[in-house]
């Protein structure tokens, strides 16, 4: 695909959530008798439910479009629904697995060949018909099913907490996921950040929704549709906005601003392009250390879409829209992209004004003990209290396996007005943990120095620490919007030649590490709820005297292709074919499991002439994403 401009889809990487999970038993109704552990069935009873009878949604005049989140649920009982999806390579094709279990006994069965061809949920889940008062039939479609959205309890005996992760990966490199609605447990059925608005008048419909054929057999569904009153309503963020106070904070826009920065929005709120409001609690971006001084900015070159087209003034709405009250959204949270999070995602039990302003009054934004809102206010793990003392010791324990995503959301685009004549080629990297151990760094300050020293900490089989070694230092990034400790030599980018020799080194070298992307949560210790997954609570500040980076197994640490230092300086550079290169722990100085799986490849190739430059991207064997 030849691109000018920067137009590589990016990823959000939100994390769906419920504020109040227990609520949606009680609109929903459905409160089943724990069944007797002698009796269950080795299948968990899988039905469709409404949470509600009527829903109302919104239109906004600045960015026309419904979006169907119709308060259905999936629940199951007399046992978890669990699937296991994964690809052995990026050569094979993704297949999916029902784990069942009873008591100690697990078995699994093997899903249809094709059935499932990403990681974005079940395909073709449910149905939705949607007539108008005069029951002629509007809409009909089908939408995909991840069953890590947005849940909540429909019984008071089922598990205080869901086992499983929330939401499902949206990295196109992502190896292995696990996907499940928890015993006693409902998720809703909206696809969320895959859905797409649909065009309907203001006025009074009637949605049926239903589980398609071939999952009803699948997992044996009864055939119940569920009928659901809808009430669209026109509205326009720009006189929510001149209308001031409550009114407009309560009115959600689609789009991934937080409660607290809607009021601060320019233009029309979440429908403007999101220049000037990038990263979470105030972060501009996550940058690197070293970049080159002609760079240009993140928001000037390699944007995604609606930054770009905020820059030069066209508004745009971001991707992966998402309802206040839904909380189907993806993975994690921004990570290291330009977007603020979600809006906190409520459960449609709390659909009602009244209810609404009660959650939101009781329930503050941010991650805590039972409550995770879609902020990811997660905890960050806490440094020990004093530098390390003892001879410094690498055991005989369990250590990290990093490894390097190919590199993706490639772009091309010139330096625009803020370097002019320069031509830059972006890409969005990745650098994950495959485990069996979490890479753990300490970083310590010694009075009046600029560096932390850098440490990496051993555990054993019941994490107790056994060891630790120096790796290198951290370093502090003053800039406006960034603001946080950075962990020294931990990946480096490289364009290479076709003879795979480096022609154009990245100047980005150090990096705060979050937890941003489930990769692949099948590998042996995978944590399916990280902490560190935000970049405000995971990277210290100023007055720090001590840093805790995490990187958990699983879990990969993504910087998009927006940020700075996220791109090669390809103006002097003749057309032809390159490799970008991501290379996880460079230097060697993080000891590791295995460091001859660190390097990952990506062919592009450059045309056109400078100031218009173009880049095609072949697919990696059957991963086409740019």
Wanted: charged share 20%.
């Amino acid at each position: 695909m030849m691109t000018r401009s920067p137009q590589a889809r990016t990823n959000r990487l939100t994390r769906p959530s419920i504020a109040v999970a227990a609520a949606v038993a009680v609109t929903a109704g459905v409160v089943a008798a724990a069944p007797d552990a002698k009796t269950a069935e080795l299948a968990p009873k899988l039905s469709l439910i409404a949470a509600t009878t009527s829903v109302t949604l919104d239109s906004w005049k600045e960015d026309p479009g419904v979006y169907l989140d119709l308060g259905t649920y999936l629940t199951s009982e007399n046992g978890a629904f669990e699937l296991k999806v994964t690809r052995k390579s990026y050569k094979d094709p993704v297949v999916a697995t029902q784990v069942l279990r009873n008591g100690k006994k697990t078995t699994t069965k093997a899903l249809p060949a094709g059935l499932v061809k990403d990681f974005s949920g079940l395909p073709d889940f449910a149905r939705i018909s949607v007539t108008d008062a005069a029951g002629k039939t509007v809409l009909k479609q089908t939408e995909s099913f991840c069953p890590n959205n947005a849940s909540g309890r429909i019984r008071p005996d089922a598990p205080a907490q869901s086992k499983y992760p929330q939401s499902c990966p949206v990295n196109p490199f992502t190896l292995g996921s696990v996907w499940g609605v928890e015993n006693g447990w409902a998720s809703n059925t909206y696809a969320g950040y895959y859905a797409k608005p649909v065009q309907l008048a203001a006025g009074t419909y009637t949605a049926k929704i239903s589980v398609t054929k071939k999952y009803r057999d699948l997992f044996g569904i009864a055939n119940k549709p569920r009928s659901v009153k809808v009430t669209v309503r026109e509205r326009s963020w720009e006189q929510e906005e001149q209308g001031g106070g409550a009114a407009a904070r309560s009115a959600a826009p689609r789009s991934s601003q937080s409660a607290e920065s809607a009021a601060g929005h320019q233009g029309h709120g979440g429908h403007e392009g999101h220049q000037g409001h990038q990263g979470h609690q105030g972060h501009q971006g996550h940058d690197g250390h070293g970049q080159a001084a002609d760079a240009p900015a993140a928001s000037a070159h390699a944007a995604p879409a609606a930054s770009a087209h905020a820059a030069h003034g066209a508004p745009a709405r971001p991707e992966a829209p998402a309802a206040r009250t839904t909380g189907a959204t993806p993975t994690f949270n921004v990570g290291h992209g330009p977007y603020p999070p979600a809006p906190p995602a409520l459960p449609w039990a709390l659909k009602k004004e009244s209810l609404q302003r009660q959650a939101f009054s009781a329930a503050k934004v941010g991650d805590r003990a039972g409550q995770t809102d879609g902020s990811r206010q997660a905890p960050a793990a806490r440094p020990n209290a004093k530098r390390p003392t003892g001879k410094a010791t690498v055991p005989d324990v369990p250590k990290p396996d990093l490894r390097s995503l190919p590199a993706y959301g490639i772009t091309v685009s010139d330096g625009y007005e803020d370097v002019p004549g320069k031509d830059y080629l972006a890409f969005s990297a990745n650098v994950w943990n495959a485990g069996p151990a979490k890479l753990v760094v300490d970083g310590f300050r010694s009075p009046g120095k600029k560096l932390m020293d850098a440490y990496q900490y051993f555990y054993d089989a019941k994490g107790k620490q056994v060891g630790y070694t120096p790796t290198g230092t951290m370093e502090w990034d003053p800039r406006p919007g960034h603001e946080h400790w950075h962990f020294t030599d931990f990946a480096s980018y490289r364009l290479l030649k076709a003879d795979k020799k480096e022609s154009v080194r990245s100047g980005k070298e150090a990096f705060c590490l979050a937890n941003t992307d489930a990769v692949d949560y099948t590998v042996k210790n995978a944590n399916w709820h990280p902490d560190n997954t935000d970049l405000s609570t995971a990277c210290g500040q100023e007055n720090s005297i001590s840093v805790r980076e995490v990187l958990d197994v699983g879990s990969g640490d993504t910087y998009t292709q927006d940020l700075p230092g996220q791109s090669f300086d390809i103006t002097g550079l003749p057309n032809g074919t390159y490799y970008i290169q991501v290379l996880a722990n460079p230097e060697n100085r993080l000891k590791e499991t295995n460091h001859k799986n660190n390097s990952a490849l990506r062919k592009v190739i450059l045309g056109g002439k400078k100031g218009a430059r173009t880049v095609k991207v072949p697919a990696h064997h059957l991963v086409d994403a740019n």
